[in-house]
C-alpha cells in the first residue's frame, strides 16, 4: 500500500483523488457508501491507481477493485471481538466458510509471505497471544484467561490521548436555511444488513425530518416530496417531522435504501451544511 507523503496536510481521499496513491486497499470498507461526501468518494475511489478489496460481499466500491480477496464472515471464523466499550470476547466459528473464502488474517498472512516477511501467525491464538503482548490495555486479554468467559474482559488503556478541540469558525446563515445533520441508524444498506433477507427490511428509509413546527414554515405536507438544496447539489426527499429535531436543523439518516445520496450535498471540508427545503 503507498502511503501519501502530504497526508499530514491532506486527508487520504486528496491524495486518492490526486492520483498520489499507487494502491488503495480496502479492508471491509466501502467508501462509496460510508464516505459523507460522496462527491469526494467518487472522485478518490477514481482516482487510486490499482485497488484491493478484501471483504465478505462485493460493494459498490469493491466493484471497482482490481483484486477482490474474499473474506470469511463473522460466524465463518474464530477469534476475537471488541465492542465499542473494550470488551473483548470470542468468537467461534458456526458455519463453513463459502468456496474460497478465508479469514482476513490468513489473507494477511499469505500476502506477506509472498511479499518476504513471515508475521509468525498460524492460528488465530497467535494473534490473540499478539495482541496481548504488544497492545497497551490488553496485557491480560489471552486466550486462556477468556476461556470460559462469556460476559469477556474489558480493556482499558492506561494512555488514552485527550479529544483534540478543533477551531472551528461558522459563518452566518439566513433565515431561510436549515441546519443539515446526517447520522446514522441501527439498519442502513450495509453490505452485511442489505444481504441478510430477514434484517434487509428493517432499514427505516430516507426522508428530511424538521420538527413539527417548522413544516409550515416550509409550505409543504408531511409525506410530500420536497427539494433539499445545499451549495453543492439538490436531492428529492419525502418531508417527516419529529419533536426531538430541534426548530431550524433539518436531520437526515444516512446510507439509507432509496435513490437519493444525502452525501451528494455535504461538502467535506465544511464545517457545517446549510440547507434550503422548497416545497415542490
Known amino acids: 500500500m503507498s502511503y501519501c507523503l502530504e497526508f499530514e496536510e491532506a486527508t487520504l481521499g486528496e491524495c486518492a483523488l490526486n492520483g498520489k496513491i499507487e494502491c488503495l486497499i480496502l479492508l471491509g470498507a466501502d467508501p462509496l457508501a460510508d464516505v ?9 475511489m477514481a482516482g487510486a491507481r490499482r485497488i484491493i478489496a478484501v471483504d465478505t460481499f462485493l460493494t459498490a466500491s469493491s466493484r471497482l477493485a482490481h483484486v477482490v480477496l474474499p473474506a470469511a464472515g463473522y460466524a465463518e471464523k474464530a477469534g476475537t471481538t471488541t465492542n465499542i466499550e473494550g470488551r473483548v470476547t470470542r468468537v467461534a466459528q458456526k458455519v463453513t ?8 488474517w490468513m489473507i494477511a498472512t499469505e500476502i506477506s509471505l509472498r511479499l518476504g516477511t513471515d508475521l509468525g501467525f498460524a492460528t488465530d491464538a497467535d494473534i490473540t497471544a499478539s495482541i496481548s503482548e504488544n497492545v497497551d490495555g490488553f496485557e491480560e486479554i489471552t486466550a486462556e484467561a477468556l476461556e470460559g468467559d462469556a460476559e469477556g474482559l474489558v480493556a482499558v488503556s492506561p494512555h488514552i490521548d ?14 431561510y436555511d436549515f441546519r443539515l445533520v446526517v447520522s446514522r441508524k441501527l439498519y442502513d444498506l ?3 444488513t442489505a444481504m441478510s433477507k430477514s434484517l434487509a427490511p428493517l432499514a427505516p428509509g430516507t426522508a428530511v425530518y424538521v420538527n413539527p ?39 437526515v439518516p444516512f446510507n439509507q ?7 451528494d450535498l455535504i461538502e467535506a471540508t465544511a464545517a457545517v451544511t446549510d440547507v434550503r427545503i422548497e416545497s415542490l
Open 36 to 44: 459523507p461526501d460522496a462527491d469526494l468518494a467518487r472522485r478518490a
Open 97 to 104: 466458510v463459502t468456496g474460497t473464502s478465508r479469514p482476513d
Open 162 to 175: 485527550p479529544i483534540n478541540e478543533p477551531q472551528v469558525v461558522i459563518g452566518d446563515r439566513n433565515a
Open 190 to 192: 450495509a453490505v452485511g
Open 213 to 251: 413546527l417548522d413544516v409550515t414554515r416550509i409550505g409543504s405536507a408531511l409525506g410530500a416530496d420536497v427539494k433539499v438544496t445545499s451549495a453543492k447539489a439538490s436531492v428529492i426527499l419525502p418531508l417527516a417531522a419529529d419533536e426531538s429535531v430541534q426548530r431550524g436543523t433539518a436531520w
Open 257 to 263: 435504501p432509496g435513490n437519493v445520496r444525502i452525501g
